[in-house]
């Protein structure tokens, strides 16, 4: 099961019986007043997108102020999520277009795979040139491939 303490904001977990009470302590302050059982939201929640205070949280969490953990709680989402959204935040990772691929894009590909060619790096180079993640970039040149578009 898994506590968190309110006080120091860490997330714990106990293995084991608690005794006669059921009262977790907190293995960094010691206290068990302020812990409570930590419940993360249900997994087949519907996907949304982070509003504004939502980022605010999150750059706050970056520089220090907020612990992850408090943040996912705040919000209402798992610890997972929100460290993945800092990192995507941290590499400058926005996804900016979404949707189907353009020929001018396609053409950008084959214009960068002829002239550096399949190198280290080629993903992100490509995702920050065309404004997308390293994943669509991943997954269209594959696609391409597979087309016999590239080599």
Not at 41 to 63: A, F, H, V
Request: hydrophobic share 30%; charged share 30%; proline share 3%.
């Amino acid at each position: 099961m898994k506590y968190i303490c309110n006080d120091c904001v860490l997330v714990f977990e106990t293995h084991g019986k608690l005794g006669p009470r059921k009262i977790a302590y907190c293995p960094n302050c010691g206290d068990n007043v302020a812990t409570t059982k930590y419940i993360t939201p249900l997994k087949k929640s519907k996907r949304r997108g982070w509003s504004k205070e939502e980022l605010d949280l999150l750059n706050r969490c970056i520089s220090g102020e907020l612990l992850i953990y408090a943040v996912a709680s705040k919000l209402g989402r798992t610890s997972k999520s929100v460290s993945r959204q800092i990192n995507r935040i941290k590499n400058n990772e926005t996804r900016l277009i979404d949707g189907a691929w353009t020929i001018k894009e396609e053409q950008i590909i084959l214009d960068y795979m002829d002239e550096f060619g399949p190198q280290k790096g080629l993903y992100k180079d490509l995702a920050n040139k065309l404004g997308r993640t390293k994943n669509q970039v991943s997954c269209k040149l594959y696609h391409m491939r597979k087309k016999g578009m590239l080599e």
